[in-house]
């Protein structure tokens, strides 16, 4: 089995690069060496490597940049994606696609499913939910909606900079009217491949079990690791950023779960990647 896998340079990547270590030949590209929106490039590296399974982690996440500069985010989010897509129906390969909670508006109070329809408030979003669409137009393609990823052998998120700030008795702040479902990327990792196994084609939403405000996450944090925090609770009102975010965007994984692939608790997945940081966790306490 060949695996073609793009944005390598990523944190998922990295995480999906392992988890086919010794089980498929694995061709990892860095925008450095597959720019996606170069469509003859793309076609050479389909054509001469022949993969069986095309593994997009390529994304610009630049979520305020794209209100200012669309372009960029158009191009990598969606042509980009269709590009693949059109390189692996001409190969007979499968697609697999990551998305974004930013498709949703994050006006709810549940879970969303993949069955609620899409309301992107953002460039970025819109871009993301354009790159979903394109992807399916593969004969065989997986599009799995994550979100606040990480863990994994690469560190430097969102979540590691808590982390990191708690361990060093440094203040932090987190939202606490943001509701995610945090995503370790070696679960999400893992249950993409069960999906490739096993799977039908189709939207998923591949998260942690459970959601929690980014406040309650750093809440978490200390708890596990047993630390005084200095936590500063703000709104996502207070820092007026160019783009606006879905506030209640916890995702459901429930339909991973009706085909056999359950996902962990994002505070067992936590607990996880701490133990796994544990000696910088150490070096930065001590």
């Not at 469509?39 to 794209?66: L, Y």
């Not at 005084?228 to 965007?249: E, G, H, T, Y």
Request: aromatic share 6%; proline share 6%; glycine share 6%.
């Amino acid at each position: 089995m060949r695996v073609l896998i793009t944005g390598a340079g990523g944190q998922l990547a990295a995480a999906t690069i392992d988890g086919y270590a010794g089980i498929a030949e694995v061709r990892p590209l860095s925008h450095a060496e597959l720019d996606i929106t170069d469509v003859h490039a793309v076609q050479h590296q389909v054509s001469s490597f022949k993969p069986d399974i095309i593994i997009n982690c390529a994304a610009d996440n630049r979520v305020d940049q794209a209100e200012q500069e669309p372009i960029p985010a158009l191009n990598v989010n969606a042509l980009g994606v269709r590009t693949l897509a059109r390189a692996a129906a001409s190969a007979g390969a499968t697609v697999v696609h990551y998305s974004t909670d930013f498709v949703f508006d994050g006006q709810t109070d549940r879970p969303y499913v993949e069955e609620d329809p899409p309301n992107p408030q953002s460039i970025y979003a819109a871009s993301k939910l354009l790159g979903e669409w394109f992807a399916r137009d593969a004969p065989r393609a997986f599009v799995l909606r994550v979100e606040s990823l990480f863990g994994g052998r690469m560190t430097g998120g969102s979540i590691d900079r808590i982390v990191d700030a708690i361990a060093e008795g440094s203040e932090t702040r987190a939202f606490v009217d943001r509701t995610v479902s945090p995503s370790y990327v070696m679960d999400v990792a893992a249950a993409t491949r069960a999906l490739l196994e096993g799977g039908e084609p189709g939207l998923y939403h591949c998260v942690g079990s459970g959601y929690c405000t980014w406040h309650e996450l750093a809440l978490e944090i200390a708890r596990q690791l047993q630390c005084a925090a200095r936590i500063v609770p703000i709104s996502v009102n207070d820092l007026r950023l160019p783009a606006r975010r879905p506030q209640f965007a916890a995702l459901s994984n429930a339909k991973l779960l009706r085909v056999g692939i359950p996902m962990p608790s994002w505070q067992d997945a936590l607990s996880r990647h701490l133990r796994a940081r544990a000696r910088d966790i150490r070096a930065a306490t001590s």
